[in-house]
């Protein structure tokens, strides 16, 4: 029997990382990934002070939306529309998925010819 090394961020705790499949193969995976908790982590707390009345809860979605697309963001910083053309791509994708699949009425059965 062989031995694996698994890797987890110590800011999941191992139950909530092996449920939510935060386990990984690599120590630079799993660097990657506390590297992200932590962004999370700062950016809840920097909007939990900076915005009145927004509750951790809302402040740890958000965080953690804008985490995950850092890089957009960064793009966004000098070029704002880059945000937009983001936003649009997601509202028509959701659109789609929202349109009703194509109705077809009842087949007409056609008479059996002997």
Do not use: C, H, W
Not at 39 to 67: N, P, Q, S, W, Y
Not at 95 to 112: D, F, M, S, Y
């Amino acid at each position: 029997m062989g031995v694996v090394a698994l890797y987890y961020s110590d800011r999941d705790d191992m139950k909530k990382a092996m449920e939510e499949g935060n386990v990984f193969s690599t120590a630079k995976e799993a660097q990657e990934r506390d590297r992200f908790l932590e962004l999370v982590d700062e950016a809840r707390d920097f909007l939990v002070r900076k915005v009145e009345g927004l509750d951790e809860d809302t402040a740890d979605r958000v965080a953690m939306v804008i985490a995950e697309n850092r890089e957009l963001f960064k793009k966004g910083m000098t070029k704002p529309s880059v945000l937009g053309e983001k936003n649009a791509e997601i509202a028509k994708e959701e659109a789609e998925k929202k349109k009703p699949a194509a109705k077809r009425g009842p087949k007409k059965k056609e008479p059996i010819q002997v």
